[in-house]
């Protein structure tokens, strides 16, 4: 069996209506596996007008909009109904690929194990660690063992970091585990992207020094922290200015909470590239992603990144040499041990321009094409062990 022999139903919750990380990667992966010849269909839901067109086929799931305050761009899919199940039992994959543990994904999981499918299942995120920003963290163990029972039930996962598969390996989510990593686009994202102009009209001095922050602006990618590390900068007089790269639901509370901070709203393509490669400092608080997407591409811009000492960044960062991570804890000694980190950069230029050049040349590592290919060999082995026991 080779590449040109699989069949694919990718399940989706969120595959391209509103934009992030998770979606990229999977993009880019049904872009990959249809130039290796292989047949691709995609379900997910939805909607009129998504943030970019869907590669591939895509297939509607039923959904609603999620019911979760500040949350209200996801829509939360609700299984199979009979047009969809219809529609795969037409396509009739000989391979299942589920990248979230919504109810769409259960159901697919079901009818795979049903049909005799194998079922690979891509982590993209923290889900256990949601339930702690909405103030419901009383409710992370269900959830971490609701998790852990989806995950079983498939025949193998990939996960984007070493750290994220050391975690999942220690919760128990399953004991087959590869790395699935994540790929950086270098014509958009380099350090020849800085532009001097941009950062004048933006209201930044060519000798101030910016701390950015890029991505969703919802609670969980650690708004907080960034707010609470700023304040602490403030405090210690750490000259500096903040440039934050995106939009989202809890925008103006991040807007009330950064005064003087310079907010450039949602960016992509090549005006992302320029507005990420024209900071100096990249910021990253979220625990919750298991790659960090955003890390990899600040370093591929030429910033240092100080960053939570947690899975994703863990993978990413070399402690002294391309930025610094710092433990993640429930109190505010993990924003001041973020402000610690982040005032050496804010004031030494030399040591900001060699981590850097370092994470520059770290980040040339990452190819797509190299990396997507670890999904289909992990594909195909799973149907090479199927083929065995059969």
Known sequence: MDVTDLRIALFSGNYNYTRDGANQALNRLADYLLRQGAALRVYSPVVAEPDFPPTGDLVDVPNVRMPVKGRGEYRL???LNDEARRDLEDF????????????TGHAALKWARKMDIPVLASVHTRFETYPRYYGLGFLEPAVESLLRRFYNRCDALVAPSQSQIDELLEQGMHEDISIWSRGVDREVFDPSRRDMEWRRANGLADDDVAIV???????????DVFADTIVELRKRQVPHKVLVIGDG???GWFEKALPGGIFVG????KDLGRALASGDIFFNPSITETFGNVTLEAMACGLPVVAAGATGAASLVTQGETGQLVPPSKTDAFSKGC???LAPYCTDDALRLAHGAAGEMAARAYSWDAINQAVVDTYLRLHEARAKAG
Do not use: I, W
């Open 249 to 251: 639901p809890a925008r």
């Open 77 to 79: 899919p609700l299984g």
């Open 213 to 223: 922050f890029l991505g969703r602006l919802v609670m969980e990618k650690g708004l």
């Open 92 to 103: 009739m994959p000989n391979t299942v690929h589920v990248s979230s543990p919504d109810p």
């Open 266 to 269: 949602f960016q992509t393509g």
């Open 339 to 341: 402000a610690e980190a």
